[in-house]
């Protein structure tokens, strides 16, 4: 039997949550257990989980779920971690009962620094690069929303593939879910970091959606891209700037409505990723020398809730 626990029932954890237990709801080979708290973890417990998608929704129940991941016990085969960034050191340390020395720890959040951080966290873990790209939310307690009805997971190590990650491979495809091991993980993480990174500073600084923030605000967000990217370079991963904004323009799909989660919760007063997604660059760039100026003046305005 294959234990897989997912810690952060937001919109991430939620979803690959809820498609794995739906999976695996019968199965004598995978059992699927959630880690959440409040509300949310009441109402999956009295009903169930509901998911929404441009498909159709369904309602699961996992193999158990917990507030306390030592009522599990177990020893967990994959931990999803799905928790935003500003959660991490309480999410770690909750799982930690659950996790042993055969345990994969597979981070599901923004940031290029997690994997060191949950590894200084869990020494004895194997702690994998992990990344998700998906358009999904928490509606309410209980119910989760993918927007566009995808989404898709890249993980790996840094080297070559291994047993455990085809293993995991497998498990994800036959829930539904895209997985795929690469060897290159750390830098489809800077990918995918420069991508979010830029636009959720430039639509939470601006308070636009992301397409129209590039739109009214050009030069500002084209500067952003060159000081991310020069960081980047300077630390070994050489993504050129054209590529990231084509990159980065693509990956929104030509929606203006469309925007980040960084941008809703700076809206709806709620903490946000902005060390994560906007310091983390601000640090390393002074760590080097190198300036970047857009981001040290959007790092001070997002820092005490100043938007233009």
Known sequence: ????????????????????????????????????RGEHAQEIALNGLQVETPKGSFTVRPRNIVQDAKLLN???DYVLCCTKSYDLAEAIRGIAPVVGPETVVLPLLNGVDIRSRISDMLPEADVWYG????????????????????????????GKRTEKGD???????????????????????????????VSAVASAYFDLPVLLAFERHADMCDLLLHEITTVARALGIDLPTKYCRRELIE??????????????????????????????VVHEAEQRGIPVPAYKEIYRGLSVGICR
Request: charged share 20%; hydrophobic share 40%; net charge positive.
């Open 74 to 76: 177990i020893q967990a």
């Open 1 to 36: 039997m294959k234990h897989i626990v997912i810690t952060g029932l937001g919109g991430v954890g939620g979803y690959y949550g809820g498609m794995l237990a739906r999976a695996y709801a019968k199965s004598d080979e995978v059992a699927v257990h959630f880690v959440a």
């Open 131 to 158: 990344l998700t790209y998906i358009v999904a939310m928490k509606m309410g307690p209980g119910t989760i929303r993918n927007v566009h009805g995808r989404g898709k997971i890249f993980f790996g190590t840094g």
């Open 251 to 280: 990956a929104w799909g030509g929606d203006k409505q469309a925007t980040t989660s960084m941008h809703r919760d700076f809206r709806a007063g709620r903490p946000t990723e902005v060390d994560t997604l906007c310091g983390y």
């Open 167 to 197: 293993r995991l491979e497998e498990i994800l495809r036959e829930a539904g879910i895209r997985g795929e091991w690469h060897d290159d993980i750390v830098l489809q993480m800077w990918k995918k970091f420069i991508i979010i990174s």
